[in-house]
């Protein structure tokens, strides 16, 4: 079983609309949550973090952690052109030294 | 404050030939990763250095890859002798501390041909 999972999508969403995107983690003993962006042929870019249950917004991003359902999800409002990417999911385990594990990644596509 | 600096940018070798990246962390980052990305996946660790020691290279292709970290500062990943497989961007990132969210370096793309 992968320890961070994602859907490959790709999503599709016309603009304007509100992206979800979704992860699942194996690994109860989790630590941190973070989503990463990652534009075609570049880096990842860290976008949020979050560390507790509940949401937490930032702009038009909202993060949401439930650690009960090891479920941690990313919202995207009015989500414009700009915003086509791939989405990282990524976690850090106590038992693991802190290192983050990336799930596949979403690939998000924003329709004018 | 200054990124992640990676170099080289792009790279293309032989199967059987050698290859090296190197990187400098974000100054004062104590937390160095290698990490490997195939198209189309996340990126996958290949080591962990905290200051200039080793705290994970579980997933590290020891007989190929080595990895050193001197004087906790800047770092190299060596490749040798490369495969196919190999072909991948290479991405460098450095935290303040375990389990902080990483920076990351612009990658190394790797094509082993």
């Known amino acids: 079983q992968k320890e961070v999972e994602q859907n490959s999508g790709p999503l599709s969403v016309p603009e304007g609309a509100i992206a979800s995107l979704n992860c699942t983690y194996s690994d109860r003993g989790s630590q941190s949550f973070f989503w990463y962006r990652q534009y075609s042929g570049k880096s990842p870019e860290l976008i949020m973090s979050?560390?507790?249950?509940g949401d937490k917004e930032d702009g038009r991003f909202t993060a949401q952690l439930n650690k009960a359902s090891q479920y941690v999800s990313l919202l995207i409002r009015d989500s414009q052109p700009s915003d086509s990417a791939t989405y990282l999911c990524a976690v850090s385990f106590y038992n693991q030294g802190g290192k983050l594990i990336f799930g596949q990644g979403t690939e998000l596509s924003v329709k004018p | 404050e200054a990124g992640v600096a990676q170099s080289p940018r792009y790279k293309i070798i032989e199967k059987r030939q050698s290859v090296a990246f190197w990187c400098n962390p974000i100054?004062?980052?104590?937390?160095l990763y290698w990490y490997q990305q195939i198209l189309g996946q996340g990126p996958k660790l290949l080591i962990q250095?905290?200051?200039?020691?080793?705290?994970?290279d579980s997933q590290l292709p020891k007989d190929r890859f080595s990895a050193e970290r001197l004087k906790g500062v800047d770092s190299t990943l060596k490749i040798q002798p490369a495969k196919l497989e190999d072909s991948a961007v290479y991405l460098c990132?450095?935290?303040?501390?375990?389990?902080?969210?990483?920076?990351f370096g612009s990658g190394t793309r790797l094509t082993v041909v």
């Open positions: 250095f905290q200051n200039n020691g080793v705290v994970d």
């Open positions: 990132a450095s935290s303040p501390r375990r389990g902080d969210g990483y920076t």
């Open positions: 100054s004062g980052h104590a937390t």
């Open positions: 979050i560390y507790s249950n």
